[in-house]
């Protein structure tokens, strides 16, 4: 897998199609999320990532039991989240839940954390909003350990203490996935994600980009502030909204009606102002490529592109058009030109294999200076 | 918070406090009908303000903003979270005034929806320490205190510093005195506009303009680098995992 990846990631809302009045079933709609899915391995792209959520219109309640579909009928698709719910799940079961994951999918797991849009999901799962913050401190922090260390003893704030437990299976190889963490607007999270050396991702839609730029802005300097490499090699995704046709027009024509109807959006500004004032791209697939290569002016080189194209009720038939579109000409050209003039010291996308290289490196490293010491010693 | 050779940069760059500079007003009018006596009052309060700086040898620069034109902008920033291009140029000339001129029509018995709506997508720190005069108009007298009970605490959450005088025009202000300069109405204008413009020339030098975190709406304008978060302001993440063991 190249230097960057590219998949896509979707809310899983079931919304009444506009032009048609037709409402999916919540079974056709979880269908259909894995159609997308496996549409996205067919046609080349490498990241799927599903949204996590507990109330209707959304059906995916429980993420990994949808990605371990997947990982049965796919090859090559890395699997994600966009997001696991940081403060309303257990950190003990993220750990147990994506580590099975992991060995089933061979390692192709990783997830994106997060604290969701939904206030009222707090009590649903026991927790109380006024705490989102540190809940999202000390889960985490825990499941790092889980992952980390084979036996964990451990006393908090939000869940009962632990024991001499072990979290099981272990992550697959000793390396756990690769966790980012997804913010929109919380400074805090930020610093969270520098703090450990994750990834940084912003859903970069909806909302113009200098809102995003000063996130990720933070976040890079950050990351150098806590030593795990400079600020151009923090590992940074970002999204995107999309709707191509082959000529401008049809897909401007063909998408209006859904744009205006839309959840979060719909019913305010028109389709040409909001795609001048946040990055919607609603035209070509040159379009689609134009305005993609220019994020990496606003937010330097970056490891992951997440494309949103499955909402709005959209039937299935025009998103695996999307993706197709998005697999045959609009990918393979930005992994060409993205990788043009990109800093040789920016790392790639994360993936298993290359943590599991850097973890036997950095043991590596670690035993040629204990041996240079002893070695020092015995001649000392 | 800020450094001491921050606040003093801040003041240094207040133009209220550079004598060479003009005072930067904003004046802004919920008028609906076009010509309207809202305006009209915006016009008469910013001319009293001006005339007020003028007497202590200081020029105001006054840009009068109507927000029936941005009306449609308002609303889509209401639904989307973020203010389109000319709204945002408008907020953030808002958060950078040395002082601010606000009437609104009162209808059913409180400031318009327009007018509330523009503050609500408003950075909810944009006016702390900001002068602020108040004024509205309506057909009849009987409305008058709604400047008391609607706006002057609307303006006290925003933490401005409102002028103790707030001007209400009816209908039959307008007009029915021959010279109307030299009348009830004209005097209150005078007198809210000599606060103002007192309060602009003594202002304290205003914290968190415009570009705080946790505004009410996602960051409008354009976001320079100046924009970005202050490192300062940022608390270590060490800081927030010892916080949880106290």
Do not use: C
């Given at each position: 897998m190249g230097q960057m990846q590219f998949g896509i990631f979707t809310v899983g809302d079931v919304t009444t199609d506009p032009t048609t009045g037709r409402t999916p079933a919540e079974a056709e709609r979880i269908k259909a999320m894995t159609a997308i899915a496996a549409k996205a391995e067919e046609v080349g792209l490498d990241v799927f990532a599903t949204g996590e959520h507990h109330n209707p219109p959304f059906v995916p309640s429980s993420p990994t039991t949808m990605l371990g579909y997947i990982a049965a009928r796919t090859e090559r698709l890395v699997l994600s989240t966009a997001t696991t719910l940081i403060t309303t799940n257990d950190p003990v079961k993220i750990a147990e839940d994506f580590a099975m994951l992991q060995h089933l999918a061979d390692g192709r797991v990783d997830l994106?954390?997060?604290?969701?849009?939904?206030?009222?999901?707090?009590?649903?799962?026991?927790?109380?909003?006024?705490?989102?913050?540190?809940?999202?401190?000390?889960?985490?922090?825990?499941?790092?350990?889980?992952?980390?260390?084979?036996v964990v003893d451990w006393s908090g704030r939000f869940r009962t203490p632990l024991q001499s437990f072990t979290a099981t299976p272990r992550p697959l190889d000793g390396v756990p996935p690769f966790v980012w963490h997804g913010s929109i607007r919380t400074p805090e999270i930020a610093e969270q994600a520098a703090y450990y050396g994750d990834g940084f991702f912003a859903n970069n839609i909806f909302w113009p980009k200098e809102h995003y730029q000063k996130l990720i802005r933070l976040y890079r300097r950050r990351y150098e502030h806590y030593g795990h490499g400079t600020a151009q090699q923090a590992i940074v995704g970002l999204g995107g909204q999309v709707f191509m046709r082959a000529n401008s027009q049809d897909a401007v024509r063909e998408f209006r009606p859904y744009f205006d109807n839309a959840p979060v959006y719909g019913h305010g500004p028109s389709l040409e102002e909001f795609s001048e004032q946040t990055p919607l791209t609603v035209g070509s697939p040159q379009q689609v490529i134009e305005r993609t290569?220019?994020?990496?002016?606003?937010?330097?080189?970056?490891?992951?592109?997440?494309?949103?194209?499955?909402?709005?009720?959209?039937?299935?038939?025009?998103?695996?058009?999307?993706?197709?579109?998005?697999?045959?000409?609009?990918?393979?050209?930005?992994?060409?030109?993205?990788?043009?003039?990109?800093?040789?010291?920016?790392?790639?996308?994360?993936?298993?294999?290359a943590l599991v290289a850097r973890r036997d490196q950095d043991a590596q490293n670690e035993q040629a200076s204990v041996d240079d010491m002893t070695e020092a010693v015995a001649k000392g | 918070m800020k450094t001491m050779n921050e606040i003093a940069r801040d003041a240094v760059n207040d133009s209220a406090l550079q004598p060479t500079q003009p005072l930067r007003l904003v004046a802004v009018s919920a008028g609906i009908s076009v010509p309207s006596s809202t305006r009209l009052l915006t016009d008469r309060l910013a001319q009293a303000a001006e005339s007020a700086a003028a007497e202590s040898g200081r020029t105001v620069k006054t840009e009068l903003v109507e927000l029936r034109n941005l009306a449609t902008d308002i609303a889509h920033a209401m639904v989307t979270g973020f203010a389109g291009p000319a709204l945002a140029k408008v907020l953030d000339d808002v958060a950078a005034a040395d002082g601010l001129?606000?009437?609104?029509?009162?209808?059913?018995?409180?400031?318009?929806?327009?007018?509330?709506?523009?503050?609500?997508?408003?950075?909810?720190?944009?006016?702390?320490?900001?002068p602020v005069l108040i004024g509205a108009t309506g057909g009849t007298p009987r409305h008058s205190l709604?400047?008391?009970h609607a706006l002057r605490p609307l303006f006290a959450y925003l933490r401005a510093i409102v002028a103790p005088t707030g001007v209400y025009a009816a209908s039959q202000d307008w007009g029915t005195e021959s010279d109307s300069h030299h009348g009830e109405l004209a005097a209150r204008i005078n007198r809210a506009g000599r606060e103002l413009t007192g309060f602009m020339l003594c202002r304290p030098p205003a914290d968190g303009r415009g570009t705080g975190v946790g505004a009410g709406v996602a960051g409008h304008g354009v976001a320079g680098e100046d924009d970005d978060f202050d490192t300062d302001e940022i608390v270590p993440f060490a800081q927030h995992l010892a916080a949880l063991n106290p």
């Open positions: 994106m954390l997060g604290r969701g849009n939904t206030g009222p999901v707090y009590p649903w799962f026991g927790k109380d909003i006024r705490d989102g913050l540190s809940l999202a401190v000390e889960n985490y922090a825990l499941l790092h350990q889980l992952w980390r260390e084979d290569l220019k994020f990496r002016e606003y937010f330097g080189d970056y490891q992951r592109q997440l494309f949103l194209v499955d909402h709005a009720g959209l039937p299935l038939k025009s998103v695996l058009e999307q993706i197709d579109l998005l697999g045959e000409q609009v990918v393979p050209v930005l992994r060409k030109e993205f990788a043009i003039g990109r800093p040789a010291d920016v790392p790639d996308a994360p993936t298993h294999a | 001129i606000a009437v609104t029509p009162i209808f059913s018995g409180s400031y318009s929806g327009l007018f509330k709506s523009f503050f609500d997508v408003m950075d909810n720190t944009a006016l702390i320490g900001k709604a400047l008391e």
